[in-house]
């Protein structure tokens, strides 16, 4: 199974800095990434797809893509405490139909 | 719009049991569907993905089936349930043509005593 890679954390950020989190994978045909947010017993939510190299906006949210490096990371700018999860990183595999997920983030934010 | 529904919630089964979990998409068709499973303090494992009807993908060898007998109907089942299958189970889809963002359902929760 190819490989998605994160650091489990906690990451602990204090309200209002900016929260960094990093993912890379290992399958070089991966052409599609993905961040999820996951709180505690509930199901993985969609927060941003990227495609492409290099920035990608959203609100508070920023993901980045380098595929020569094959790193994937998301910036959440202005932190609340509601952004307090566990966040995955996911890249389909190179046929584009298995998406595989990393061990996730524990992100919290501290008031 | 969409909507994935997947139930039950939590299930509770004994040691060599067998198991049966559903999951239904609406609002779509053709798409890819998944199962995951979620063990306690881990990341997501991709246990069976599907592609169309009656295809079906292993991603890891185990004691547990997927089968797709209709369109948008996503049924994971085991003969004979382990201890080291309980965990949390996600129902998926994404668009056919691939590589397009995944929606999860509710999850059920599953745990075997």
């Known amino acids: 199974q190819k490989e998605v890679e994160q650091n489990s954390g906690p990451l602990s950020v204090p309200e209002g800095a900016i929260a960094s989190l990093n993912c890379t994978y290992s399958d070089r045909g991966s052409q599609s990434f993905f961040w999820y947010r996951q709180y505690s017993g509930k199901s993985p939510e969609l927060i941003m797809s990227i495609y492409s190299n290099g920035d990608k906006e959203d609100g508070r949210f920023t993901a980045q893509l380098n595929k020569a490096s094959q790193y994937v990371s998301l910036l959440i700018r202005d932190s609340q405490p509601s952004d307090s999860a566990t966040y995955l990183c996911a890249a389909y595999s190179n046929s584009g139909y298995a998406l595989n997920f990393g061990k996730g983030t524990s992100l919290l934010v501290t008031p | ?113």
């Open chain 2, 1 to 113: 719009s969409q909507t994935i529904h997947q139930w039950p919630a939590t299930l509770v089964q004994p040691v060599g049991s067998p198991l049966s979990l559903e999951c239904t998409v609406e609002g779509t068709s053709n798409p890819n569907l998944y199962w995951y499973r979620q063990a306690a303090g881990r990341g997501l494992q991709l246990l069976f993905y599907s592609v169309g009807i009656g295809q079906i993908s292993s991603e890891v060898p185990q004691n547990l089936s997927a089968s797709r007998p209709q369109d948008r109907q996503f049924i994971l089942s085991s003969k004979k349930l382990l201890l080291s299958d309980s965990g949390f189970y996600l129902c998926a889809w994404s668009m056919l043509s691939g590589n397009t963002e995944a929606f999860f359902g509710q999850g059920t929760r599953l745990t075997v005593v």
